[in-house]
């Protein structure tokens, strides 16, 4: 139902654009985001973006990281600027989906994509 993309190595300094985009029979989403989970660590939230497109982030990564969403695509995106060894970690993209099927608002994950920041 998730399908994130975008991920790859970047030297600090660098910027990355991760992508997530939802599909199946959906009849709407509410918030979606993005969370990361960096080694020997628990999952965090970095950002997530309600369907009206107000924002909300984590303070690690404010005024770095801009979320965003395209609804007509279902997709969500994580603009990742001035990227530091401390943001690696792999990314999980998050979306609240209302399926066509059930019409019940459930919690959806996308497989992961990791982010390396390593000179």
């Known amino acids: 139902q998730l399908q994130a993309s975008g991920g790859g190595l970047v030297q600090p300094g660098g910027s990355l654009r991760l992508s997530c985009a939802a599909s199946?029979?959906?009849?709407?989403?509410?918030?979606m985001g993005w969370y990361r989970q960096a080694p020997g660590k628990q999952r965090e939230l970095v950002a997530t973006?309600?369907?009206?497109?107000?924002?909300n982030y984590a303070d690690s990564i404010k005024g770095r990281f801009t979320i965003s969403r395209d609804n007509a695509k279902n997709t969500v995106y994580l603009q990742m600027n001035s990227l530091k060894p401390e943001d690696t970690a792999v990314y999980y993209c998050?979306?609240?989906?209302?399926?066509?099927?059930?019409?019940?608002?459930?919690?959806?994950w996308g497989q992961g994509t990791l982010v390396t920041v390593s000179s």
């Open positions: 998050n979306a609240e989906i209302r399926a066509r099927a059930t019409m019940v608002l459930r919690d959806y």
């Open positions: 199946g029979r959906i009849f709407n989403i509410d918030d």
């Open positions: 973006v309600t369907n009206g497109g107000r924002g």
